[in-house]
């Protein structure tokens, strides 16, 4: 479980969210995710060599 008051370094959040299986099969459903956004943070930190 998250608690979104405390930080939570971001390693440790894409673990928790490889942890929980997918709702449908891949290219078989869609359902917003916060996670998704968390993900391409991390995407976009590593790119750009900076924090988010």
Do not use: C, N
Not at 15 to 27: N, R, W
């Amino acid at each position: 479980m998250i608690d979104l008051g405390q930080r939570v370094e971001p390693g440790e959040l894409l673990k928790t969210f490889h942890s929980v299986p997918l709702q449908y099969p891949t290219g078989q459903g869609w359902r917003y995710s916060s996670p998704a956004y968390v993900l391409l943070a991390q995407i976009v930190q590593r790119s750009a060599d900076t924090p988010y």
